[in-house]
């Protein structure tokens, strides 16, 4: 039977390849997007951001890389909050 923390590992590597997914399809599209759709989108990908960051730092006890996997997930979401609409 898998244990809490290996259950929430799974999950978050779930999380962590639909936000790859995400803010690369989002990055590649950027340009012709809407308006509308950008700002919608750069706000669903900060969220789920934020939601793995959460889960991230409520695994205990912490396993070897989770440090710097809650660093990657900060410095893509400060590159996603930086972009402008074109």
């Known amino acids: 039977m898998p244990t809490p923390q290996s259950e929430q590992i799974q999950i978050l590597n779930q999380i962590t390849k639909l936000i790859d997914d995400k803010v690369t399809k989002y990055k590649k599209e950027m340009k012709t997007m809407p308006t509308s759709r950008f700002y919608a989108e750069k706000k669903i990908?900060?969220?789920?951001?934020?939601?793995?960051?959460?889960?991230?730092?409520?695994?205990?006890?912490?396993?070897?890389?989770?440090?710097?996997?809650?660093?990657?997930f900060k410095k893509v979401a400060k590159d996603i909050s930086g972009l402008r609409a074109s």
């Not at 990908?45 to 396993?63: F, G, Q, R, Y």
């Open 45 to 72: 990908i900060l969220d789920t951001i934020d939601n793995a960051v959460k889960l991230a730092e409520s695994i205990k006890p912490p396993p070897p890389g989770i440090k710097a996997a809650i660093a990657d």
